[in-house]
């Protein structure tokens, strides 16, 4: 008997194929026809849903950054004062589960290059102005002082993602501590805030 999937569901099922295939055997290693044979459907079921398999890195790039937009407009829409919102939303963007977490190993390894590249990409493009709007928010609370709220978030933004996101580095948890402090002291330069107000929010998260 024939299985059928709706259109999303089977459209959801190749991304995930191919997010744990590029994840384990590399963006270039794997093949369109590795993920037909992971799932058994044909070639022309495969192009009705992507035209490449760089559409298919398209789409799990997007999926991924369209979990953590969500996670950060939530936070962007609260009460919170700028500086709590900008950690907040900082430390949402850590992998939510173990499949992620392989995700961004697989995006940071030297031979998926492309997938950093748009990865990052993403985050600039779509995250990066929200993260603006907070630090605009945070001038006008008196608490930042910058006259480039947007390119502080891009600086900010890409320093985190190149940075924790590293596998190559193989950072200690002291190590990472220590880099964490070191960021918390540049952001608050970057952002012209207040000396040791990150610092001490940081404990909240």
Do not use: W
């Amino acid at each position: 008997m024939r299985i059928t999937k709706d259109a999303i569901e089977r459209r959801n099922e190749i991304l995930d194929t191919a997010e744990k295939l590029f994840s384990t055997i590399g963006y270039e290693e794997t093949t369109v026809n590795d993920i037909l044979d992971t799932i058994h459907i044909a070639k022309g079921t495969f192009y009705y849903h992507f035209k490449s398999k760089a559409e298919v890195l398209d789409g799990i790039i997007k999926r991924r950054g369209d979990q953590n937009m969500e996670a950060a407009k939530a936070i962007a829409g609260s009460d919170l004062p700028a500086p709590q919102k900008l950690l907040a939303i900082m430390f949402s963007q850590k992998p939510k589960d173990a499949a992620q977490q392989e995700l961004i190993v697989a995006i940071e390894a030297a031979e998926n290059s492309r997938l950093f590249v748009k990865s990052l990409t993403d985050i600039l493009t779509r995250l990066a102005p929200l993260v603006g709007d907070v630090i605009s928010q945070g001038v006008k609370e008196g608490v930042f002082d910058t006259p480039y709220p947007y390119e502080s978030a891009e600086l900010l933004l890409a320093a985190v993602h190149a940075l924790f996101d590293n596998p190559d580095f193989h950072l200690s948890k002291a190590q990472t501590r220590q880099k964490a402090i070191a960021f918390l002291y540049a952001a608050e330069k970057i952002c012209g805030g207040q000396p040791g107000i990150f610092q001490a929010l940081a404990s909240l998260f």
